[in-house]
């Protein structure tokens, strides 16, 4: 080496030595860690114990990182500082984020109803983020003197971002907690004055709220609000004074509603003196309202309409409703609007409503402000969207939706609820997720690798920054911190290299590589030019990959995205190595930011029921996500997990990716595994895991939640009782009776039409009245085979009442009588009794087309609550 290189050499080693000690230095951060014994100063060492503290001693521009856990005793109505970011979710290193599996939890549930005053306040603050928590039980409105927004209240002109944040059962309620007292708006969030927010990648769950906006609200607009609702989820949503998800009649504002998910809203709203209804999903006057690729599902309406548009005032204003699935809603009847979309008088506002799909929802089909049926024009259409698992919440559609490559291009929407870029056909899907389940990604990212170097510059440059995402942002762009990346040691003799361990092999489909990317890279170069790439399964045979391509030079900027892409051409490794062979500046020091890797996802994946599920109906029908290469599939199941595991459990080989088992015996656990083949392949087979899920203990015949005022889902057009029902849209030619003596329900003007006090499980029973001979029925259509799965008994809850004149009680299983055997005096008991049937043969199980509920004699009144099937019946309390 001569006198230059030496000298070169010394440089490059001290310029990056400075540059590792000033990249060390940046924004203060404060630490909170629920669990440990005492609170500290908020350093990483000595974290704070609550979260309130370490708001109370931030300034502005800190960022305070939350380890994850449950947090239980903060204060109600923090208030946060300008350009502050509370992050949750944290390991205990607070070096990565995992909110899936160590989520922070703030649960207000502590607090008093007098103490509730909701968990986070941002009063005429700028660029605040609130991302990865879950905030719970958080509620305002009934200490007095409160306002709006149960988990958050954003107000007085501020802007920031609320990311990944779940609400769950947050609540608006009546100030002073009165129904004279001001119902309070916004069940989660309440955004006003001429607030700016991003909402992004939140759900909103059970959140209600007795004013307006059981899940969001914005209101007193002064300039107008400026609201971006992307990727939510909206489900079990309420409103009593308006729309159960997002409502904000303030003229002034704008808002966006784009790739969410609203599902099963229009949930009943407690109130003091019992139970409210809700109204619509979505009531919006902002001049400039946008609604694309939403999907809405499942959902009640009782104001006779979805989506209510009132008009802005505003001559320039717009709506748009575009690429949205509207299905299986219900609207109710009776009322001035029984409609998808309510125009409000007077309303003159551009409305666009275009390429979307309509399915099975009540009330009139969808109308334009004219009044003309907006069905065949402009794109919408009515089908079938044929959601992959309903059920389970997966509403990708599948093979054959008419909704599939039926959307607009928009260009405020380039990807789908779950990051998918759209479109994955020729053209956008309809509805929030793009693309269907077998239509998988090329390949998937390894997550669990483990990184070793032949050395490193210093304990904090070792190999492990590579693949920790640290200095990556949401868009995948790296920082020029180097203490955010690897840096071999100065001096090293070649060769010099970095390595790559997976948890398995993998079929690997290619590399991406961020180079060194320090802001002195242009100086120093101490970036990869050219490198060598071998991969190995075992770790000591290795294959060097073809044609490794020049690794690009970083320019040393914050926004650097991969710069180099290596295909692997699903070479079989567990393990991969780098070694490098020259860099950017000339020297023999190297330094990479990050280094993902890709597989092809030739496993099973995705299991429906999910993996460990409990619960699960023994008519499940077995799904994953095939392997990409699977010409078949084996399926093991059985309850022997070794068994299954060896795969000596008996096969079954199928084509599609689903399977159903027959007769899953109830209260059972099963071991199942998936073996993808292609003989046309190398390897042929790739086995899957072992997964398991556990049958349900019973099978519910009637839990009577499903019944509500509206018709068709009033219990007595179900159980048909002595009156029968009158004729309506949906029943044309009424209801006969069957001329007996029984009532089921009450009296729908009255008030609930199901007994919510006297319940045995969930929220509400049947009233049964009884005069003489009495009996409500029930029509099974399809008929129930009631002999599979291990099923003995049929059991059933009933409670009297003591002023009850009792009579024999019986049910009637297709005509087969099967008398209550024990006293009739339990029938003036206000206690619930559990009856156990021994289901008789002669009653014909393989195909029960009706259940009786029966009196032969007496007066009175009956409750009747979850009727069950069971292969051993439980004991009785």
């Avoid at 609820?417 to 309809?430: E, H, L, M, S």
């Avoid at 099923?791 to 809850?797: F, G």
Wanted: a negative charge; charged letters at 15%.
């Amino acid at each position: 080496m001569n006198r230059s290189q030496i000298l070169l050499k010394a440089s490059i080693t001290s310029i990056v030595s400075a540059i590792f000690l000033a990249s060390a230095s940046y924004s203060a951060v404060l630490y909170v860690d629920g669990s440990v014994a005492a609170t500290g100063n908020g350093t990483q060492a000595a974290p704070f114990k609550t979260i309130a503290e370490a708001i109370a001693a931030s300034i502005t521009g800190d960022e305070i990182r939350i380890a994850g856990g449950t947090y239980e005793n903060e204060p109600a109505n923090m208030s946060l500082k300008t350009q502050l970011t509370i992050s949750g979710s944290y390991d205990r290193s607070f070096s990565k984020v995992d909110f899936t599996n160590n989520p922070t939890v703030i649960d207000m549930a502590r607090l008093s109803e007098q103490q509730q005053n909701r968990t986070f306040r941002c009063q005429a603050i700028s660029s605040f983020t609130i991302q990865n928590l879950i905030i719970k039980n958080s509620s305002t409105g009934e200490s007095g003197n409160t306002t709006n927004g149960g988990a958050i209240l954003v107000q007085n002109g501020s802007s920031g971002t609320i990311r990944r944040v779940w609400f769950i059962n947050c609540t608006a309620q009546f100030e002073g907690g009165v129904l004279t007292g001001p119902a309070r708006d916004g069940g989660a969030l309440c955004i006003r004055d001429a607030s700016n927010v991003l909402i992004e990648d939140c759900v909103f769950d059970g959140c209600t709220a007795v004013g307006r906006g059981g899940a969001i609200n914005m209101r007193n607009a002064g300039a107008g609000n400026n609201v971006r609702i992307h990727r939510c989820l909206f489900t079990n949503c309420g409103s009593r004074g308006g729309a159960s998800a997002i409502h904000d009649l303030d003229g002034t504002s704008q808002v966006e509603i784009i790739n969410c998910i609203f599902a099963n809203n229009g949930v009943d709203v407690v109130i003091p003196t019992g139970i409210a209804t809700s109204n619509c999903e979505i009531s919006l006057a902002d001049r400039r309202a946008v609604i694309y690729n939403c999907t809405f599902v499942g959902s009640n309406n009782p104001a006779g309409y979805m989506f209510d548009f009132a008009d802005s005032s505003d001559a320039s204003a717009t709506k748009e409703f575009i690429n949205c699935i509207v299905a299986n809603n219900n609207i109710a009847s009776g009322l001035t609007t029984f409609a998808i979309f309510r125009y409000a008088s007077g309303y003159n506002d551009t409305t666009k409503i275009q390429n979307n799909l309509f399915f099975s929802n009540s009330g009139l089909g969808p109308l334009d402000p004219t009044g003309a049926s907006i069905v065949g024009a402009n794109g919408n259409i009515v089908g079938d969207p044929q959601f992959f698992d309903a059920a389970n919440g997966d509403y990708h559609l599948s093979s054959g939706s008419p909704g599939v490559d039926a959307g607009q291009t928009l260009s405020l929407v380039p990807n789908d609820f779950a990051g998918t870029i759209r479109p994955v056909g020729k053209a956008y899907d309809i509805g929030a997720l793009e693309g269907q389940p077998d239509m998988a990604p090329p390949s998937y990212q390894i997550s669990k690798i483990k990184a070793t170097a032949s050395s490193s510059l210093n304990a904090d440059s070792g190999p492990e920054k590579t693949v920790d995402g640290s200095g990556l942002n949401e868009l995948d762009q790296h920082d020029t911190k180097i203490v955010n990346m690897w840096v071999s040691a100065g001096g090293q003799q070649g060769p010099v290299w970095i390595q790559y361990e997976f948890d398995a092999v993998y079929k690997l489909d290619q590399i991406w590589v961020w180079n060194s990317n320090s802001d002195l890279e242009w100086l120093v170069g101490l970036g990869v030019k050219t490198a060598t790439i071998e991969y190995s399964v075992d770790g000591l045979t290795w294959t060097a990959l073809p044609n490794v391509p020049e690794f690009a030079r970083a320019q040393g900027k914050p926004d650097y995205g991969p710069g180099i892409i290596v295909d692997l051409a699903g070479a079989l490794a567990r393990f991969v190595r780098i070694t490098c062979t020259s860099s950017w500046g000339g020297s023999g020091q190297y330094s990479l930011s990050e280094v993902r890797f890709f597989y092809i996802p030739v496993w099973p994946t995705t299991p429906r029921p999910t993996d460990g599920a409990t619960g699960v109906l023994p008519d499940i029908t077995l799904s994953w996500k095939a392997g990409a290469e699977a010409a078949s599939h084996q399926i093991h199941l059985g309850t022997d997990m070794q068994a299954v595991a060896n795969s000596t459990s008996p096969i079954a080989t199928v084509s599609q990716p689903t399977y159903t088992p027959v007769n899953l015996q109830l209260g059972t656990t099963y071991y199942w595994k998936v073996v993808e083949v292609n003989q046309a392949q190398s390897p042929v087979a790739w086995e899957g895991k072992v997964w398991r899920f556990t049958t349900s203990q019973y099978i519910v015949i009637d839990d009577f939640e499903r019944y509500t005022n509206n018709s068709p889902n009033r219990v007595f057009q179900t159980w048909i009782d002595g009156l029968g029902f009158s004729a309506d849209e949906f029943f044309p030619n009424g209801g006969a009776g069957n001329g007996t003596g029984a009532t089921v329900g009450y009296d729908p003007a009255a008030g609930p039409i199901m007994e919510r006090t006297i319940v045995h499980g969930g929220r509400q029973s049947m009233p049964l009245s009884y005069n003489g001979l009495s009996e409500t029925t029930r029509t099974f259509e399809p008929a129930q085979d009631w002999s599979q799965h291990g099923i003995k008994t049929l059991v059933l809850y009933f409670r009297g009442d003591p002023t009850n004149e009792p009579g024999e009680l019986y049910v009637k299983i297709n005509g087969f009588k099967v008398t209550y055997s024990g006293n009739m005096t339990d029938l003036t008991l206000d206690q619930w009794r559990q009856w156990n049937i021994a289901l008789p043969s002669a009653a014909g199980l393989g195909a029960v087309r009706t259940l009786t509920i029966g009196l032969a004699s007496g007066r009175g009144i009956l409750y009747i609550d979850d009727i069950r099937l069971y292969s051993t019946a439980p004991v009785a309390n």
